[in-house]
């Protein structure tokens, strides 16, 4: 019984820290389409698409976290996390979709410290 909840333990953090990867690199290329947003044509179209994928990757990282949480048994801890980075993405798209950079762009690299952050301790 205790290696069953060890081995279901143990997946549910890899899915968590597959998650939480997948959001540190999709905020990477979101600076990285920033970039290529102020010298090239196609860098609106890239940075908007990378912005939904990165949005996506985090409501990735509240699904993993809730089901690591209440049907795995972990604690709650990640669910608060992710939800909180969940609606700094929110956040994020809302000024970005506003043309607010003197903020958008502080919160990018905030995010994207968090996210390595959080990425680390796992």
């Known amino acids: 019984m205790a290696t069953q909840v ?3 333990t ?5 899915f968590l820290k ?3 990867a997948l959001q540190t690199l999709t905020i990477f290329l979101q600076a990285v389409s920033a970039g290529l947003l102020l010298t090239s044509s196609y860098g609106e179209t890239l940075h908007s698409v990378g912005a939904r994928v990165m949005y996506g990757a985090s409501m990735l990282y509240v699904l993993t976290a809730v089901l690591a949480w209440k049907p795995g048994g972990s604690s709650p801890r990640p669910v608060r996390h992710a939800s909180g980075f969940l ?3 929110s956040v994020q798209v809302m000024l970005g979709i506003a043309h ?3 903020v958008h762009i502080p919160l990018g690299v905030l995010m ?3 996210s390595v952050l959080t990425l680390a301790r796992r």
């Open 6 to 8: 060890t081995a279901k």
């Open 10 to 14: 143990q997946r549910n953090s890899l």
């Open 18 to 20: 597959i998650a939480i």
């Open 87 to 89: 609606v700094l993405a």
């Open 100 to 102: 607010v950079p003197a």
């Open 112 to 114: 994207f410290g968090l």
